[in-house]
């Protein structure tokens, strides 16, 4: 009895302890990432933003959190029961488990699987489900149209965001997110004769194009402004999230939130170098990893907020257009170059 | 050998996956069934992890559920299923569709059967030699018989695949002349000279 405890339950229950530390921090994070995208977009505006619940509005998270846990849920009589709030679910569990394999410092993944590249593009492709369940459940027009649109977007985008990560994987030659990580400790800065390790060696700079076609297809696979025309305001009222409220509208919004930062650690996972420090000296090294890594996330994070308070909001024709006419075949060129370029100089 | 928890998730997977499956069928919502379908998916790719294939079951989950079955929903999403026509047909049906059940239950059982009749005998399976675990993963050997071993029938594929692909996109491509369309080089070149008037109005009297 005692040696299947060893065995079998003690793993198990290591790993569930892991997953309920990353589940507690990646939400307080979350919470606070909002409150900061709420800001950045009000300074942007010239307004205040939250600034009511607690010392500059830093509780503002958590009373919505409140309010929305504690409000009633509605559901429409002519809703599919059932599917519709299933998809809430879907939505923020999908998003919440792809963060299952990221490797926040080194070692530091609930698990660091040999497949972790392809483990969040399955998952990521799968985030469309919660959507398009949502939004066919809800029995009404607007969530209907919505789910459509998100349904040919996602799937326009992740054709791009696959060819992009096959670059990167063609500089690393493995699947496996430390890998790719630690790869770039010796990269295109190395090799042009800097002494050190240092962020030139990270994918950024040796694969620049690619890396601003991931960023901008990021923002389009986790549906964020400009091309949210799923919940397109001025066109769909809020899309497939139209007939929902309270929790499962939270939970919506949540996993939504969670994809999104997703985005933003996969970005510094794979251009960012990670848990590495920009320059391979001394006192940056004595800073832990996972300080690195929040660091270069918020910063994409902030890249987000930015986007999102600058830029107005493709049309859905352009958005289309962007995705198969132009970062289609450029990405696949770029596939194409990468390769020749690895080969030709023998530096894979 | 499965032991442990991974036996408990063998049999949760495998239990899901038949239940879900009988409910493709059963559930009287094509969306329902496609959700099932969904469902099916994902403990066949879980069974795949439990055996080892990583890749397989990341494919699986990429290319049929996160691609595939989203079109599918998609289609059965928007056509406008009539329960009452789907019944009728039923009984008409019913007769081919055991028949061929019931072939395929035959064949099903001829081949557990033949395991036992085999001329080898019964422990044929448990006598011939393991061939040793290499010390590659599955993406790399896959990636080895794909694009090394069979590069070129894979590269057929591929373009019997395309072939299709424009196959299809010329029997559903037609030119209407006389339809307005979005010209973005032209939208682009567009400037202040060319896309703005500015008019000088007096008050009170209009343009």
């Known amino acids: 009895m005692y040696d299947f405890f060893l065995t079998s339950l003690l793993p198990v229950a290591i790993i569930a302890g892991k997953s309920l530390l990353l589940l507690a921090v990646l939400l307080i994070l979350i919470a606070y990432l909002l409150y900061a995208d709420r800001k950045i977009w009000a300074a942007v505006q010239l307004r205040r933003g939250p600034n009511i619940v607690g010392a500059f509005g830093l509780l503002q998270s958590f009373a919505d959190f409140i309010k929305f846990a504690v409000k009633e849920p509605i559901i429409p009589a002519g809703a599919n029961k059932g599917v519709f709030l299933l998809a809430p679910f879907v939505a923020s569990f999908l998003a919440l488990s792809a963060w299952a394999v990221v490797p926040v410092s080194e070692g530091w993944a609930v698990a660091d699987i040999n497949v972790g590249i392809l483990y969040i593009l399955a998952i990521s492709s799968l985030e469309v489900y919660g959507v398009i369940m949502g939004g066919w459940a809800s029995n009404s027009k607007y969530p209907l149209l919505g789910a459509l649109r998100s349904a040919a977007q996602m799937i326009s985008y992740e054709v791009s965001i696959g060819l992009v990560l096959t670059c990167v994987l063609l500089c690393v030659g493995s699947l496996n997110l430390t890998d790719i990580v630690l790869a770039q400790k010796n990269g295109l800065g190395t090799r042009l004769g800097v002494p050190f390790a240092s962020f030139l060696d990270w994918h950024w700079l040796a694969l620049f194009p690619v890396f601003i076609i991931f960023f901008i297809s990021a923002l389009a696979e986790t549906n964020r402004p400009p091309f949210d025309l799923v919940e397109a305001e001025s066109e769909l009222i809020a899309g497939h999230m139209v007939e929902y409220s309270s929790t499962p509208y939270m939970l919506f919004f949540l996993g939504e939130y969670v994809a999104a930062v997703l985005m933003c650690a996969l970005t510094t996972l794979l251009f960012l170098g990670g848990w590495l420090p920009p320059l391979d000296i001394a006192w940056l090294n004595w800073v832990p990893g996972i300080i690195w890594f929040i660091i270069k996330t918020c910063l994409v994070f902030f890249m987000f907020a930015l986007v999102k308070a600058f830029v107005p909001r493709y049309r859905y024709d352009q958005l289309m257009r962007l995705g198969w006419k132009v970062f289609l075949p450029f990405s696949l060129a770029m596939v194409v170059i990468v390769a020749a370029v690895l080969k030709i100089t023998g530096w894979a | ?207």
């Open chain 2, 1 to 207: 050998m499965i032991t442990g928890f991974a036996a408990v998730f063998f049999y949760l997977f495998a239990v899901i996956m038949i239940v879900a499956a009988i409910m493709v069928i059963a559930a009287r919502n094509p969306v329902h069934s496609v959700l099932f379908l969904i469902l099916v998916f994902f403990n066949a790719s879980g069974l795949f992890l439990l055996g080892g294939a990583e890749f397989l079951a990341m494919i699986l989950l990429m290319v049929y559920v996160g691609a595939v079955a989203v079109l599918f929903l998609f289609v059965v999403m928007m056509l406008d299923v009539d329960f009452a026509e789907l019944k009728r047909g039923m009984g008409r049906y019913a007769p081919i569709g055991g028949l061929v059940g019931l072939i395929v239950l035959a064949e099903l059982i001829f081949v557990f059967m033949s395991v036992h009749f085999s001329p080898a005998g019964p422990d044929a399976a448990v006598t011939q030699p393991v061939p040793a675990a290499l010390p590659r993963s599955n993406t790399q050997a896959l990636g080895d018989i794909l694009y090394t071993d069979y590069v070129f029938y894979f590269e057929l594929a591929g373009f019997i695949l395309l072939t299709a692909m424009i196959g299809a996109i010329v029997l559903a491509l037609h030119h209407r002349s006389g339809v307005k369309r979005q010209s973005v080089g032209e939208q682009v070149k567009r400037n202040p000279q060319t896309a703005i008037e500015v008019k000088k109005v007096e008050s009170g009297k209009g343009i």
